[in-house]
């Protein structure tokens, strides 16, 4: 078995890869997201401890 | 046996303890994900009636099982956090939300997907499917309210109600919806055959505990900001290492 | 202070609900017209032909009515919240989820009520069978007082909220959906020649249902609201 023929999945690649390829991306996308929400919650905390320290 | 459990619901222990679980969550999931992927596609022969497109099933039934068991979940941890005024309860359930949602989502993108070879529609109005997508509009309804109520605590309290009427809904909506559906004569491909292959069943799964896996990992990952959010105004956040710069 | 029986209590929030809402009938009009607009447009929307018609004809006076008991459900609450009414009610010693019962039985009858009756009207528009009609009024009469009492825990969870108008429907209309298949498969029923009674009777299992849990779920909602 070749690649090309892995690929087109006889005829349904399109649908395959299509429901991996979402699922994929939407695991990448969510696992961002909170790694951004993160890095915005620690930033946040920053600021509020050093407007805390201006006072 | 004397462990003390209310040690671990402590936001203040329990961050620190999620913390250390995200990465044993979280490789073992990629790993059984790849593990399940390669049977689903290397191992597993061709299904004698749905030929190459039967292989989306490893991906949408678990995603079908996660989003149904995540709701329940929330609602519990929801309900726990109402009845006991647990506060790490109430933001596990807020937590948990999106990552259901998405799962949701996924299935019903790939139930269209799957629709589209086998019954020649993207969308059919079959029992789980429908189920599914009204799965959805109570996971968008529960993020909604949630984020349109700005103190923190009635937020909590109030899509706590509305998760567990939500659940006390979900069988007579899924029982209605399939009643409906019979009456109206629906589809009658079925997802999975009579008999599957050992293969196709180990390929499900592996990916079905990938997604476990996954889920848990994202969640514990998620709490962890929204714990540092509410707190952020206690001591032992001001004194975490990471806040400091 | 003298003890009210719990029918009492009931009658009085009505007859106080009732009045108040009297003095501002247009409120009950909207939403009667909004019903009887909404269905007209269909046949406007898909074009006259009686046959297609008279399948939807359920469908879409359903549809149409549990958007018009979305539409009122923001009043159910709100005036007695900005004037402090609710506070009171809170805090009288009375059972609170009789008188939420009260509050939503009235609004039943100032939005359910009015669509029953006019139902049969617009039925015919739609050259629905004598038969249907009386299965689509009986189907409403056990159906709309479900969609009142699920729209009350809605319409709880969402006091106060900026935008709560469309919020509520968000929340509301999942959980409406099986009022809506069990109604719509009543007359369906009929019209193909079957008998509608189990439909009607799963349709009162699901009112007796939110007649014992949604007053309490109303109260509870409304303790949190309020804090």
Sequence with gaps: MNWSEFFAMKGYGFYVWGSYGMALLIFIIEIALVRHKRTITLQELRMLRDAEKEE | ?245 | MNKLSLFGLLRLVIGRDLMLAMRRRADVLTTLIFFVMVVSLFPLGVGPELDMLRKMAPGVVWVAALLSSMLSLGRMFSADYLDGTLEQMLLAPQSLSVLVLGKILAHWMLSGLPLVLMAPVLGLQFDMPVQALWVLIASLLLGTPVLSMIGAVGAALTLGLRGGGVLVSLLVLPLCIPVLIFGTGAVEAVSSGMSAVSHLSLLGALLLLALVLTPWVTAQALRISME
């Excluded at chain 2, 609602?75 to 990552?99: E, H, K, Q, V």
């Design chain 2, 1 to 245: 046996m004397a462990i003390n459990w209310f040690k671990y619901s402590a936001p203040a222990t329990f961050y620190e303890l999620a913390g250390k679980l995200v990465p044993w969550f979280a490789w073992p999931s990629a790993l059984l994900f790849a593990i399940g992927v390669y049977i689903g596609f290397f191992v597993a022969p061709t299904d004698a009636v749905q030929g190459e497109a039967y292989r989306i099933i490893f991906i949408h039934v678990p995603s079908s099982i996660l989003s149904m068991f995540l709701y329940l979940i929330m609602a519990g941890y929801a309900a726990l956090g109402l009845i006991f005024n647990t506060r790490l309860s109430s933001m596990m359930a807020s937590a948990l939300a999106p990552t259901g949602a998405l799962f949701a989502f996924i299935s019903l993108w790939t139930g269209a997907l799957w629709g589209k070879p086998m019954w020649g529609a993207w969308w059919v109005w079959d029992a789980r499917l429908t189920s599914e997508l009204i799965l959805l509009f109570l996971y968008l309804g529960f993020i909604a309210l949630h984020a349109s109520i700005d103190d923190p605590r009635r937020a909590d309290r109030a899509s706590a109600l509305l998760a567990i009427v939500g659940s006390v809904n979900v069988p007579i909506i899924y029982f209605s919806v399939k009643w409906w559906n019979t009456l109206h004569q629906g589809s009658t491909v079925k997802f999975t055959g009579t008999s599957m292959h050992v293969a196709m069943q180990q390929a499900m799964f592996s990916v079905l505990a990938a997604c476990w896996l996954y889920a848990i990992a994202v969640t514990l990952a998620r709490v962890r900001s929204i714990i540092l959010e509410r707190e952020r105004n206690t001591q032992w956040v001001a004194e975490l290492p990471e806040a400091r710069s």
